[in-house]
């Protein structure tokens, strides 16, 4: 009956072992939800008439897709997009879809204004990620990031943070 008891608290305290997150930052990476399934996730978009919805399961596959989060306060996020629209015409054939967090209409209107967002052809949706869903399926940890998918809906690369370019951006795409 003792060992019995011993053998049952070791097994409890192997399966509380196993259940602790964990610690080694690879492993957490490894179980992100993007790494287990690269094809483009389905998830709603509010865009800025603030009434329509717009799911990423309707973006058209045949041509790279780049779904970008952003701020609109985000010094490091405007600087990013200023780099991306100053040369967009090297990538003009990626398919832009910029989403945030932000709470505030009037600041994400100001963004796309200031930046004149509508005058791009290959910026299909700017909008509220309302759901929170592009953090928690790619692990944000930086501001902007840059989800990049292939003409068929594969990821390609998660770009984290404002490093990346409209090269990496291109070369990653061919």
């Known amino acids: 009956m003792i060992m019995t008891m011993m053998l049952g608290c070791m097994a409890m305290y192997a399966a509380a072992q196993d259940a602790k997150a964990p610690t080694d930052t690879a492993a957490v990476k490894d179980s992100l939800p993007y790494q287990k399934y690269p094809k483009l996730p389905a998830f709603n978009i509010m865009l800025t008439d603030s009434s329509t919805v717009f799911n990423t399961f309707n973006i058209p596959s045949g041509k ?95 770009f984290e943070g404002d490093k990346v370019t409209v090269k990496d951006l291109r070369d990653a795409t061919k």
């Open 64 to 158: 790279p897709i780049a779904i970008m989060l952003f701020d609109p306060q985000c010094v490091h996020c405007k600087a990013l997009t200023r780099a991306i629209l100053k040369d967009m015409h090297k990538i003009s054939d990626i398919q832009f879809y910029m989403v945030t967090p932000a709470h505030s209409w009037a600041d994400i209107i100001k963004f796309y204004d200031d930046f004149k967002l509508a005058e791009y052809t290959n910026i299909k949706v700017i909008g509220r990620d309302y759901e929170f869903f592009f953090h928690e399926y790619f692990g944000v940890k930086f501001i902007p990031d840059i989800a990049l998918y292939n003409k068929d809906k594969m990821l390609i690369k998660l």
